[in-house]
C-alpha cells in the first residue's frame, strides 16, 4: 500500500525547498522523473517509455566466430521469428492502450442513469420526486439541468476535454454493507419521530460502575478531553432509560454537518452557530471520521492505526444526546416533538478527502474510487442538512498555504509551489480522468499545495448525484463577512431553528471573528500578481462550472 497517503498533509515537513524533481519533496514510486520549469510541458509522472523510437523487429546480432554454421542460422531464425512475436504483442498491447486513453479523454458531462438511485435511499427518504423539485422556485437547479446548460456552454466555448467530468456509477448499498458492516449493524434505519434530530434507543449492557469510554479511541489519542470523558463516565447512568432490568442509551447522529472548505470561513461560522441554544456540536470540533479516523489515520503523516470505531463516532455526541433524552423525558405526552434540539459535525474535510481509499479499496477500470465518503455518509444519514462555506479558491490556496507552511514562508516560495503544483496536476490529466486526478492521493501528496481543494464544482457534482440539492446551504465567506446578521439568518432558516431574542443574536453577530491571519502571515502582503494570474487561469474553468451548477454568477469570483 503507498504510503504517499499518509503524508498528504504533511505541509510542516513536506516540499519546504522549491521542488526541482520530484525527488527533492516526496518518496513515491515517480521519484525518479524530474519536472521542467515550464509549465507549458508538464513532467511525466506515470511510467512512460522512452521517447527514442525502438525498432521491435530488430534481430540479434550474432558476432561469435562460426564454428556451428547450422547452429547459427538456428538461433538466427528463432530471434527473428521470436522478435516478430513479441513486436505484434507490443503493438496490440498498445493499440488497446491507446483506444483506452482516448475514450478516457473524451470525457462529457452527460446525465448518469444512476442519478438519485433507490438503492441507496433510507426508508425515510423516498425516491426523489423531481416534478416536484423543479416546481419549486427557490430550490437550486438539479444536476439534470446543470448538466443541459453546461454542455451548451462547453459546446459555445471549447471547454478544454480534460476538463470535462463523467458522472460515476452510484454503488449498491449492499456493495456498502459489504466494505462497512460493522457500521451498519449499529446504526438503524429509522430514527425517532419524537425528536428533531437523528437519535435511537440501544441496549446498554454494563452496570453503574461501568465506564464506557475507557476504550474511545478519541480518549486514548487526545488526552485533553480527559475532563470531558470523566464527565460523561459519571452521569451516564442517570440519561438511560430504565425499564425494570433493562437500560437503554439515547445514541444520536448529526442532523447537519459543516462539510467545508478549509480555510473558507468554517471556524467562525462554527464558532457563531453554536451559540445558538438548539444547536449542540460534538466534543471534538473536528472528528474527521468518516474522511480519516476510521481508517485508522489520526494524523496525515503519522501512519495507520487502529481504526477508529462508530461506537467512538458516536461518543462524541453523548453530551448532546444527554440534553435531548432530559428534553424527552420533562416533555408532555401531547407534544408531538419533544425535542428540537439539533447536533451538528464540522469537519471541514469531509466534502473533499478521500484519500484513504487506495489503501482499502481496489480501483476501477478508469482509476477512479469506487466508494466517496458521500457514499457512506448517504446510506447512513440520506435526510442529513449539509452547509458549504466556499471563497475564491485563488485567496483559499494562499491562506492554506501560511496556515499550514511552518518555515521559510515567502510569496516567491509560494509562487514555485504553485507552479510545481500545476504541472504535477496537469501531468496527471494528461493520463487520467479530471475525477481519478482530483482523488488521486499520490498525486496530491506530491503537490506542494493542496491545490485540488479548490475544484468546488468537482467534489459538489459528486455530492449532488447522491444528495438532493435541496439538502445543501452553500454559503461564500466574502458574503458572510460582508454581512453576519443575513448569513446567519440564512443558516438558522435552513436548519429550521427558533427565533432569537436580540441579546442572543447580538451575541452571534458580534461574536470575535475565528482564525484570522496570524501577524506575522500577515507580514508577507499578498501573493505576487503573476501566481495570481497563473491560479486565476487554471481556477477559471472550473468555477464556471460552478456558477452553472449552483446558476449563481457570484461564484465566478470575477470581482
Known amino acids: 500500500m503507498p504510503n504517499c497517503c499518509i503524508r498528504l498533509h504533511h505541509y510542516n515537513k513536506i516540499h519546504d525547498n522549491k521542488m526541482r524533481s520530484v525527488t527533492d519533496h516526496t518518496e513515491n514510486k515517480f521519484a525518479t522523473f524530474t519536472f521542467s520549469k515550464d509549465f507549458e510541458k508538464p ?80 426508508e425515510e427518504s423516498p425516491e426523489l420526486d423531481l416534478t416536484e423539485v423543479e416546481s419549486d422556485a427557490e430550490r437550486l437547479s438539479l444536476p439534470f439541468n446543470w448538466l443541459e446548460r453546461i454542455n451548451h456552454a462547453t459546446h459555445e466555448h471549447s ?20 466494505q462497512e458492516a460493522h457500521i451498519f449493524s449499529v446504526i438503524p434505519r429509522n430514527f425517532l419521530q419524537s425528536v428533531k434530530n437523528h437519535c435511537w434507543y440501544t441496549r446498554y449492557t454494563g452496570t453503574a460502575s461501568t465506564d464506557p469510554y475507557k476504550k474511545n479511541a478519541y480518549f486514548l489519542h487526545t488526552k485533553h478531553f480527559q475532563t470531558i470523558f470523566d464527565y460523561l463516565k459519571k452521569v451516564i447512568w442517570k440519561h438511560l432509560q430504565h425499564r425494570g432490568d433493562e437500560h437503554y442509551r439515547l445514541r444520536c447522529l448529526p442532523y447537519f454537518y459543516i462539510i467545508g472548505q478549509p480555510k473558507c470561513g468554517t471556524t467562525d461560522l462554527y464558532n457563531r452557530l453554536r451559540l445558538h441554544p438548539e444547536v449542540s456540536f460534538s466534543i471534538v470540533k473536528e472528528p474527521h471520521w468518516w474522511t ?29 444526546a444527554h440534553q435531548i433524552q432530559s428534553q424527552i423525558a420533562n ?82 516560495d509560494f509562487h514555485e509551489k504553485v507552479k510545481d503544483s500545476l504541472q504535477i496536476f496537469d501531468g496527471c490529466l494528461m493520463h487520467s480522468s479530471l475525477r481519478s486526478c482530483v482523488y488521486n492521493c499520490t498525486v496530491n501528496s506530491a503537490m506542494p499545495v493542496r491545490l485540488q481543494i479548490g475544484l468546488y464544482a468537482v467534489f459538489l457534482w459528486d455530492w449532488f448525484t447522491v444528495y438532493n440539492p435541496n439538502q445543501f446551504l ?30 442572543q443574536e447580538a451575541a452571534v453577530i458580534n461574536n470575535p471573528a475565528s482564525n484570522t491571519r496570524r501577524p506575522k502571515d500577515k507580514s508577507l502582503g499578498p501573493m505576487l500578481s503573476k501566481t495570481r494570474e497563473l491560479l486565476k487561469d487554471f481556477y477559471g474553468p472550473f468555477n464556471e462550472k460552478l456558477a452553472l451548477l449552483l446558476n449563481d454568477d457570484s461564484f465566478l469570483w470575477e470581482q
Open 43 to 122: 513532467p511525466r509522472l506515470f511510467n512512460e517509455g522512452e521517447q527514442q523510437p525502438m525498432n521491435l523487429l530488430a534481430t540479434l546480432e550474432v558476432k561469435g566466430e562460426r564454428r556451428f554454421g547450422w547452429s547459427r542460422h538456428i538461433f538466427a531464425w528463432k530471434a527473428k521469428h521470436g522478435t516478430l512475436f513479441m513486436g505484434v504483442i507490443i503493438l496490440c498491447l498498445v493499440m488497446v492502450s491507446y483506444i483506452l486513453t482516448r475514450d478516457q479523454q473524451k470525457l462529457l458531462l452527460t446525465p448518469s442513469p444512476f442519478q438519485y438511485s433507490t438503492t441507496t435511499n433510507n
Open 474 to 503: 452553500i454559503l461564500r465567506l466574502e458574503e458572510h463577512a460582508a454581512d453576519l446578521r443575513k448569513s446567519m439568518h440564512r443558516v438558522f432558516d435552513f436548519l429550521n431553528l427558533g427565533s432569537l431574542t436580540d441579546q
Open 331 to 412: 416533555a408532555s405526552a401531547e407534544q408531538e416533538i419533544k425535542s428540537n434540539t439539533v447536533i451538528g459535525e464540522a469537519s471541514a474535510s469531509t466534502m473533499w478527502d478521500n484519500n484513504a481509499w487506495q489503501n482499502f479499496y481496489h480501483r476501477t477500470a478508469d482509476g477512479e474510487p469506487p466508494y466517496l465518503i458521500l457514499d457512506f455518509l448517504h446510506a447512513v444519514l440520506p435526510s442529513a442538512k449539509l452547509i458549504v462555506m466556499l471563497r475564491d479558491p485563488v485567496e483559499r490556496l494562499y491562506s492554506d498555504y501560511l496556515y499550514f507552511i511552518s518555515a521559510n514562508k515567502s510569496v516567491e
Open 159 to 178: 471547454t478544454d476535454s480534460k476538463l470535462q467530468l463523467m458522472p460515476r456509477r452510484l454503488p449498491e448499498r449492499e456493495d456498502l454493507v459489504k
Open 292 to 320: 480519516r479516523k476510521r481508517f485508522g489515520i489520526i494524523q496525515p503523516w503519522n501512519g495507520f492505526h487502529d481504526r477508529y470505531l462508530i461506537e467512538d463516532y458516536l461518543d462524541l455526541f453523548d453530551l448532546a
